[in-house]
């Protein structure tokens, strides 16, 4: 559904041009849940506002189904932006409109009729979760519901595309879940394709089918999401995964004879009874220091550190039998 071709942009310095983003090309796919994580400064931010144009890109195209955007004029510009919802980290809501005000604005800029404003707005904040919040102004809620009512004012046209810039990160653990779970339903109730910028690992596990990883400007790393958690391919990715693993430093080595392993696996694996067979089959002795399992959006991942103590050939077999069976092994310690 978005295609981004070799999407480039510089920003003037004293010291010369900073390119904030570099020849990114990224397909994203109609009805997904698609992560792009990075640092501060990463370039992330600037790239969501290239695909609704809120900045103008240097060089590279910017397909949305059929249409490139950078070459539409300011009319047709509008009416594709009719189809791309935003919603920020800060709200930026009207302080002097109430809830219902907030959210019809979009509609009254469009040219809506009253009435069918008057039920957009109703539908929109049913689907949000704030009703009764209606009449209200936005110094009277809490950060979540701000957060509510922005998502509902990105929504109330009916866009195709949704695009979270930081959208929780002004928030707490708690509240972030919880508007999480409203974007998972909202994509799934009005068909949206979703773009979630974010710097933290826990939203794109709970939430996101595909993450890219920025850095410098340049995405550096593209794939599934669990495919990301079990082998990433770059320093920065595996300093976000490890980020969200038990803590190796718990338990130290008992002996020479011991071995610390972390064991990362997926879906089914979790079920079946890997330590047991392990123990019975090669006579090691198997101490669980950490364990938890995490549902990323597609599959469950289970990350275990485990402490292996037997003879080093019997440890050995034991490490060839985890990879057999697609378990992913890092020697912690030895």
């Known amino acids: 559904m978005i295609h981004l071709k070799s999407l480039t942009k510089t920003f003037p310095h004293p010291d010369g041009k900073i390119t904030a983003v570099d020849q990114v090309t990224l397909k994203i ?13 990463a370039g992330k931010s600037t790239l969501v506002r290239l695909i609704n144009r809120l900045e103008e890109a240097d060089s590279g195209e910017i397909w949305i189904d059929d249409t490139e955007l950078r070459n539409l004029n300011k009319l047709k510009l509008n009416i594709v932006r009719k189809e791309i919802g935003m919603i920020f ?18 509609l ?19 689907l949000v979760g704030l009703l009764d919040k ?9 950060g979540g519901q701000k957060q509510r009512v922005a998502i509902a004012r990105a929504i109330a046209n009916r866009p ?21 779970t409203l974007l998972k339903e909202l994509k799934n109730t009005l068909n949206l394709t979703v773009i979630m910028i974010t710097h933290e690992m826990e939203v794109i596990r709970e939430i996101c089918e595909r993450v890219a990883v920025m850095q410098n400007g340049a995405v550096i790393e593209c794939d599934a999401v669990e495919t990301v958690f079990m082998h990433p391919k770059t ?18 080595p008992k002996d020479a004879a011991s071995y610390r392993l972390q064991l990362t696996f997926l879906g089914d694996s979790i079920q079946e009874p890997l330590l047991s067979r392990t123990i019975q089959k090669y006579g090691v002795e198997i101490n669980i220091l950490a364990a938890e ?31 057999q069976q697609n378990i992913q092994v890092e020697v912690v310690s030895a």
């Open 108 to 126: 009254e800029l469009a040219g809506m009729k009253k009435k069918e404003i008057g039920e957009r707005v109703q539908e929109t904040l049913r």
């Open 160 to 180: 195709k595309i949704l695009l979270c810039d930081e959208a929780t990160s002004a928030l707490d653990p708690q509240t972030t879940k919880s508007i999480l």
């Open 89 to 106: 980290q800060h709200f930026n809501l009207l302080e002097s409109r109430t809830v219902e005000e907030n959210v019809a604005f979009p």
């Open 293 to 323: 399992i995490n549902q990323l959006a597609t599959v469950p991942v289970g990350n275990l550190l485990v402490e292996v103590s037997g003879s080093k050939e019997e440890i050995e077999f034991c490490i060839h039998a985890f990879h």
């Open 134 to 142: 209606a009449k209200v102004h936005p110094a009277q809620l809490s």
């Open 29 to 41: 796919n109609t009805g997904e849940i698609f992560g792009i994580i990075g640092l501060s400064g």
């Open 235 to 252: 320093e920065l990715t595996r300093s976000f995964v490890t980020h969200l693993r038990p803590d190796r430093k718990q338990v130290a």
